[in-house]
């Protein structure tokens, strides 16, 4: 009974990681990017790189934002923090919201970053794949999401040592058993984490992944179920010219009072220019607790009275303490340190997964003649050293173009993402084309792709790393710089272990 159950785990196991690994590094890979989002903005966006200060004004921003916004019946200004030393405002057009950053010591705007950075789009594509149409982006990192919760259990369930395994690893071995100690390393040492960063992705969008649950309890009214959750308070136009907009700055002092100094993340200005238009200022989630809250206050836009208030209840609390500590958005820089690392463990753990069902069915399937194998490495080399490369092009590519470029209708910031995704094609094309070679060649490639990603950082910025590791507030850029050259070695390293053997001249008589 033991070994049934035993086997039925191994290929749960095993099938589960092989037909979902694709999707599972990288969400992987770009969830622990995302824990430094911020900080790649900085080095994506040279004009963001000024010294942190509070906004100085709302309202003389509203005055720099006035020839953008239009006839938009929305705009938003989101504020700097440590991490994040620039306003972001937003304003509705095209049917998407386009920001631009504001310096906050002056409330002007900064020139156009002509990027969507790690916020923009690592991030998002790390929560959805930049799939999202009918939610389908979430559904399949849902997916991966409650598959990884399967290869965590599975893989104790199958590791009967798994304590002796953690200490276990035999650089002097042969490849397949390597692999697998440093498979069952990174596992054993990132198994608590791995499983309740994942658990908690996959609560956090309860309401899409576990719909019956609010559904059933509000009968299918979702706006009510939303406005006792998350205080979202609406109201609709009237279709009339409303009053001049009251003071921001005096509707942001007077949150400020009732949060007792609590300071906004973000404001709102709906229905702009109508006379039912109205004010959201939301509670920043950043600070020394892991809860994100969700505070809001809402007023009037003509009067600045007071709408309504909102506080999470203990149920949505808890709630809020999954999604803080999945977000990671607390002020704590070792845990945040700590988190990249068993993020960049699960990367390896992943990857050691498709190497391992690689040399463990290798030979077997060359006697067979079976395309497995052949199959499986095209994906693996893709799906692991391809997105690292794509990602590295991605950076190299925002450092090339020129500020206004545009190439077939495409902005400069699409152009970005162009470049990443048609890299990671040629990936996978690579891979399949060159199944033996394809490792060691896009290794190298990564290595060359991020030592000139520094080099063309320092020459388009004017901040090579020597400079940006003298001035404080550009601490961020140089630790993006180390990053990319420790990257670049690791690489090189993988690369020079892959060398092929030369082959053996046979002996003479």
């Given amino acids: 009974m033991e070994k049934t159950f035993r086997g039925s785990m191994q290929w749960l196991h095993t099938w589960a990681g092989l037909c979902l690994g694709t999707v599972l590094f990288a969400v992987f890979w770009m969830g622990t990017l995302s824990v430094f989002d911020r900080e790649i903005d900085r080095w994506m966006m040279p004009a963001t790189r000024v010294a ?163 559904e059933m309890s509000y009968r299918g009214d979702r706006q009510a179920f939303v406005q006792e959750s998350y205080g979202i308070f609406a109201r609709p136009r009237l279709n009339r010219p409303g009053p001049a907009m009251a003071s921001l700055d005096a509707m942001l002092e007077q949150a400020s009072r009732e949060w007792n100094g609590g300071t906004p993340q973000l404001l709102r200005v709906f229905h702009r220019g109508d006379a039912n238009a109205y004010v959201e200022v939301r509670r920043s989630f950043v600070g020394d607790r892991v809860t994100m809250p969700v505070d809001a206050l809402y007023f009037d836009a003509g009067t600045g009275a007071v709408l309504s208030r909102h506080t999470a209840r203990p149920v949505m609390e808890a709630h809020r303490f999954i999604t803080g500590f999945h977000f990671v958005q607390f002020d704590h820089w070792t845990l945040r340190w700590l988190y990249f690392a068993l993020g960049l463990a699960g990367c390896v753990l992943i990857a050691t997964g498709f190497l391992f069902w690689l040399e463990s069915r290798r030979k077997r399937h060359e006697q067979l003649g079976l395309a497995g194998v052949r199959l499986v490495e095209g994906l693996a080399v893709g799906s692991v050293s391809g997105i690292v490369a794509a990602t590295l092009a991605f950076f190299v590519v925002n450092r090339l173009l020129p500020p206004a470029a545009s190439a077939g209708g495409f902005e400069r910031a699409d152009l970005e993402i162009w470049a990443f995704y048609l890299v990671w094609l040629a990936t996978f094309a690579h891979a399949w084309l060159r199944p033996r070679r394809a490792w060691r060649e896009q290794c190298i490639a990564i290595a060359m792709l991020a030592v000139g990603a520094v080099v063309l950082n320092g020459v388009t910025s004017g901040a090579p790393l020597w400079r940006t590791l003298a001035e404080q507030r550009l601490w961020p850029v140089a630790g993006m710089d180390i990053m990319l050259l420790l990257a670049a070695l690791a690489a090189w390293l993988v690369a020079s272990g892959q060398r092929p053997k030369p082959r053996r001249e046979p002996s003479g008589p």
Avoid at 79 to 93: H, I, K, M, N, T
Avoid at 123 to 145: D, K
Wanted: charged fraction near 15%; glycine fraction near 10%.
């Fill in 52 to 214: 942190p200060a509070e906004l100085k004004s709302v309202d003389a921003l509203a005055g720099h934002m006035e020839p953008l916004i239009g006839s938009s019946p929305l705009w938003l200004v989101l504020f700097p923090s440590d991490r994040e030393p620039v306003a972001r405002a937003g304003y509705l057009a095209g049917g998407k919201i386009r920001y631009r950053q504001a310096d906050p010591s002056s409330s002007i705007l900064l020139p156009d970053a002509g990027t969507w950075g790690g916020t923009g789009f690592i991030y998002p594509f790390h929560v959805n794949l930049h799939i999202r149409a009918w939610s389908l982006g979430l559904w399949i990192v849902g997916l991966a999401g409650m598959a990884m919760l399967a290869l965590c259990v599975s893989g104790v369930v199958i590791h009967r040592k798994i304590f002796a395994d953690f200490f276990t690893f035999r650089s002097d071995r042969k490849a397949r058993r390597l692999v697998l100690d440093l498979h069952n390393v990174t596992g054993v040492l990132g198994l608590p984490f791995h499983f309740f960063i994942t658990l908690s992705g996959v609560l956090i969008f309860f309401t899409v992944y576990f719909a019956g649950a609010w």
